[in-house]
């Protein structure tokens, strides 16, 4: 007999599991009257004084804000204990299906072949080249993996070779805030030459003569606003201003046509762009105007011969159209239509190669590649015959060359890269790839099905599931959304939700209004006065999932990242009971605070999308009425994870810690509500490519934990 056998049934009650009580934020309640109306803000405290400083060194961060944050992550990580091992399985599995020493196909120019290859392990690409005749030696440009070493964060940017071949010039982020230092490296000798560029967006582009290249500087405000052209050995102060963008609601950017002959540089919001023209034959020339800035209109090009190939809205085009201009004339009032705009067909970009003019467009939610000969004005497209997939554009280098680079992937089908002979409509596998655990793509379905939106709009659903996975209600789902700034979601292959697909959850895209996932107009009708339309979508979303089988309310995890975390902040308080959790990263939910700050980087460059509630009583009604952060009501919520990046530029920290804050202050039950701050990222999360698997597995054990046991109530000790 057991001793314990002999010994009397306790009298007291058994002590039950519990969770951990949530740290409570101080209330320290901040008036401000606006439009006449008098708000008041309980948190704002989380918002360091000195944040511009944090996002260059963390360790800056008040005492108060740090010991607040470190609760919260302190608390997460007592409640996801139980899925300690779980987590640890996700990430064995999502690395296992990663190949660790996996390389780019090979682009050519000139004499070499340029490519990026990781070493087995390493989390950082090696930068490479190597000669493309024969079987020359591989030359190591640039190693992102020992730059790396020692940093608590490092995301290599932009890497780009001199004209002539000698000169690597690179960018890197080393504080997770995107402010990027650039230097360049004498590809002989190995070393980095003396000089050093800080405070830019990562972007470079060479003049022709290799002597000099062109950067977006940051401002103090961290915009991006002035572009200067830095002469190698010049001290950067010296540096060329070549163009100085005096409205801060303007971002500015450079990229190169593909010919190599001019540097664009674009000034832009989300509505409204204007481009300047730099020949790089001749880099010390002032840029030249193509079109002025006109409120609405659009517009970005490539070049070919003596002609401007335009990409734009002009004249009613809202799906977009291509027009010509010469290239010594380019006003709009000389634009002729070359491919003229055609509703439902939104053209998504364009690029010139040699004698040809192709362009990437989506209609009906589905992508092709059309090319047209620019002498016969013969047109041949590249489409597949599968419900949801995606379609991309290589460009490369080179200008003069009948291949065309393009990848191809579905949401169960690897990516697939191909080079498409231009001349022969031949179609070369290049690579396809590779799933190292094992992927059979035949053991999963793909599907599209439609929610009608509450308004009629049918709303497109990419599925994904294993096929022996039962369509009867009882699987759980994750649904995925965004719907802001014209962003369309593509239905290709990731490997990593196959951890919940392959533990019987149903994976699925909403592709709600805010995105041009059907055109121009699906974007205007999810965007400003018409922003609910993004919430009420994705809601019409889950419940048509519901509905056909392939989950049931309550089945439903919703995850969403920056403004897609506004999409959940926003359906968390729209219509709770509908989701067993919510997963929400680096959101955008304090939007109207945010919105009506204008010393924030992004803040006026943002009034297009989301109107101007500091000018428009209406704007600012209307972002009142759905900003997730002013909308907490007192009611149920269901489980929600919010993750943050300390060194965030975009989604500042002190929007989720404030929210997390509100809701455990409002809600009558429910939860648990978590919030998970990384101290040492940005907006991208941890930059290595394992690294950032945790993160990941945080969110995917938060869902599985949701949709199973669940998480104890808090409760008193008896």
């Not at 991309?392 to 280098?397: R, V």
């Not at 209307?622 to 530029?649: E, F, H």
């Amino acid at each position: 007999m057991h001793p314990d056998q002999d010994r009397p049934a306790p009298t007291r009650t058994p002590r039950r599991s519990r969770r951990p009580a949530p740290p409570k934020a101080a209330i320290l309640t901040k008036e401000t009257v606006v439009h006449g109306v008098t708000l008041r803000d309980d948190y704002d405290w989380l918002r360091a004084p000195n944040w511009k400083e944090v996002l260059r060194n963390p360790d800056l961060l008040p005492d108060e804000i740090r010991r607040h944050l470190e609760a919260e992550n302190a608390y997460c990580k007592a409640l996801m204990a139980p899925t300690r091992n779980l987590q640890h399985d996700i990430v064995k599995e999502m690395r296992g299906r990663i190949k660790e020493d996996d390389s780019s196909v090979p682009q050519p120019d000139g004499p070499f072949l340029y490519y990026s290859r990781y070493r087995k392990g390493a989390e950082h690409p090696l930068i490479c080249r190597r000669p493309r005749a024969g079987k020359g030696r591989e030359q190591v440009m640039l190693d992102a993996d020992a730059l790396a070493e020692g940093k608590d964060f490092f995301d290599l940017g932009d890497t780009a070779h001199s004209p002539d071949h000698r000169l690597l010039a690179w960018s890197a982020d080393e504080a997770g805030s995107e402010l990027h230092g650039i230097r360049v490296r004498d590809l002989e000798s190995g070393q980095d030459l003396p000089d050093l560029i800080g405070d830019t967006t990562g972007d470079i582009v060479w003049a022709s003569d290799s002597a000099s290249f062109f950067y977006v500087g940051l401002d103090a405000d961290h915009r991006p606003s002035r572009v200067l052209r830095h002469r190698l050995g010049q001290p950067p102060a010296q540096d060329e201003l070549m163009h100085d963008e005096a409205d801060a609601g303007m971002f500015v950017d450079i990229d190169r046509t593909q010919s190599g002959r001019f540097l664009l540089i674009t000034i832009s919001d989300h509505e409204t762009s204007e481009t300047r023209v730099v020949d790089l034959d001749d880099p010390q020339g002032a840029p030249r105007l193509v079109a002025p800035r006109q409120v609405g209109r659009q517009y970005g090009l490539d070049h070919h011969g003596e002609t401007f190939l335009i990409l734009t809205n002009a004249e009613g085009a809202e799906d977009f159209k291509i027009v010509s201009a010469p290239l010594a004339d380019p006003d709009p009032a000389g634009w002729r239509d070359l491919v003229p705009h055609r509703a439902g067909r939104l053209i998504i970009s364009h690029l010139c190669l040699r004698g040809r003019l192709i362009r990437l467009e989506r209609e009906d939610g589905l992508p092709r590649i059309v090319i047209r000969d620019l002498t016969s004005g013969d047109e041949s497209s590249i489409a597949f015959e599968e419900e949801a997939y995606g379609l991309g554009m290589d460009p490369g280098y080179e200008f003069d060359t009948d291949v065309l680079r393009f990848i191809y992937a579905s949401m169960a089908r690897p990516a697939e890269t191909y080079d498409y002979d231009l001349s022969t409509g031949e179609r070369r596998l290049l690579k396809r790839q590779e799933v190292p655990s094992g992927h059979d793509p035949a053991a999963y379905k793909v599907r599209r099905i439609f929610a009608t939106a509450k308004d009629g709009e049918r709303v497109p659903i990419s599925i994904l599931h294993r096929a022996d996975t039962p369509l009867d209600g009882s699987a759980p789902c994750l649904l995925y959304g965004y719907g802001s700034y014209g962003s369309a979601m593509s239905a290709s292959f990731r490997t990593r939700p196959l951890s919940l697909v392959d533990r019987g959850f149903v994976y699925a895209i909403a592709h709600v209004r805010g995105g041009t996932d059907k055109g121009w107009r699906w974007y205007l009708d999810g965007k400003r006065e018409n922003k609910r339309n993004s919430f009420t979508d994705f809601i019409a979303a889950a419940e048509a999932l519901a509905e056909a089988g392939f989950t049931r309310r309550g089945r439903i995890v919703a995850e969403g990242g920056s403004a897609g975390g506004m999409l959940m902040g926003a359906v968390a308080n729209m219509a709770p009971e509908l989701f067993a959790g919510i997963v929400a990263e680096v959101p955008f939910v304090d939007v109207l605070n945010t919105i009506l700050d204008d010393t924030l980087p992004l803040t006026p460059p943002e009034w297009p999308e989301w109107g101007d509630p500091i000018r428009d009583v209406k704007a600012f009604e209307t972002i009142r009425g759905y900003s997730p952060y002013d909308n907490v009501t007192a009611q149920d919520y269901p489980p929600i994870l919010a993750m943050g990046g300390l060194t965030d530029p975009r989604v500042t920290y002190w929007e989720p810690a404030k929210w997390v804050a509100r809701l455990r202050a409002t809600m009558t039950g429910g939860g648990p509500v978590m919030l998970h701050t990384n101290m040492e990222a940005g907006h991208g999360g941890a930059a290595g490519r394992f690294d950032s698997l945790k993160d990941t597995a945080l969110a995917y054990a938060f869902a599985l934990q949701a949709v199973g046991a669940g998480w104890p109530e808090a409760r008193a000790e008896v």
